[in-house]
């Protein structure tokens, strides 16, 4: 049967001699043998128990709560433990990856905005995500998450959103009224990119409209301008009345 002294354990667990004697003097992990010279020996059910401290104590669990549940929990079920904070660890990474995307986009479309403007909406986003969608039937919500721009994605769809909605702002800066040329060229394009989006249900793409035109603190979706919305219905009702 194999042992192992105090000196192996810490080198091959990279855990201090001092932490291994001081969960000995708790009572918490001692070692199971000693040698001729006195010296502790651990068994491999002592490096299985120390693995179960270990994985206990990375969920922050205090030593006392770990002495209390050791005895009564398996190695399994430590691990399934252990296997769900992990789950969650990666979906709060999945979040601030998802967040600093959104930043990113953000940006690109408007390279002035304020950092407190950023936080702002990231914030925002982050404690009204998705209320849009509650606006929905439930077998519209799937395809809508699908299907519609997230600024969190770097895909063909959302570039193509972006780059009309700095044309838009780029117009309205310059004093170019949708009743243009310019505005119905950006009116046609969005037509067709918000077709292709929802798939010909227009009913769906009118209803998403109205949703999109509510205030952003109430939808959680990226705030637009009223100046924006405005010239969006103005181009397009130009075109359609051509």
């Keep these: 049967m194999k042992q192992w002294t105090t000196g192996q354990v810490s080198k091959e667990r990279n855990i201090s001699?001092?932490?291994l004697r001081y969960y000995d003097q708790i009572?918490?992990?001692t070692p199971s043998f000693k040698d001729d010279?006195?010296?502790?020996?651990?068994s491999e059910e002592d490096l299985f128990t120390l693995e179960k401290i270990i994985i206990l104590k990375s969920l922050s669990l205090p030593l006392e709560k770990i002495k209390e549940v050791i005895e009564r929990l398996t190695y399994k079920q430590i691990l399934i433990s252990h296997h769900n904070y992990l789950q969650e660890q990666l979906s709060k990474l999945q979040t601030s990856i998802s967040h600093t995307s959104e930043l990113i986009n953000m940006?690109?479309?408007?390279?002035?905005l304020s950092w407190g403007r950023v936080s702002h909406l990231v914030q925002n986003s982050q404690h009204s995500c998705k209320k849009w969608i509650d606006y929905f039937q439930e077998d519209e919500k799937a395809f809508l998450q699908e299907a519609l721009p997230n600024l969190s994605n770097n895909d063909r769809t959302t570039q193509?959103?972006?780059?009309l909605l700095r044309r838009i702002e780029w117009c309205i800066k310059h004093d170019i009224q949708p009743e243009t040329d310019e505005g119905a060229q950006i009116a046609f394009e969005l037509i067709e990119l918000s077709k292709d989006t929802f798939q010909g249900d227009t009913q769906l793409m009118?209803?998403?409209?109205?949703v999109r035109k509510q205030p952003s603190s109430e939808t959680g979706l990226y705030p637009i301008s009223e100046e924006v919305l405005a010239f969006v219905e103005h181009c397009i009702a130009y075109v359609d009345g051509e």
């Design 27 to 29: 009572k918490l992990l």
């Design 107 to 112: 940006i690109d479309l408007d390279e002035s």
């Design 206 to 210: 009118n209803q998403f409209w109205e």
């Design 17 to 19: 001699v001092r932490t």
């Design 160 to 163: 193509q959103y972006m780059s």
């Design 37 to 42: 010279n006195g010296r502790r020996l651990y």
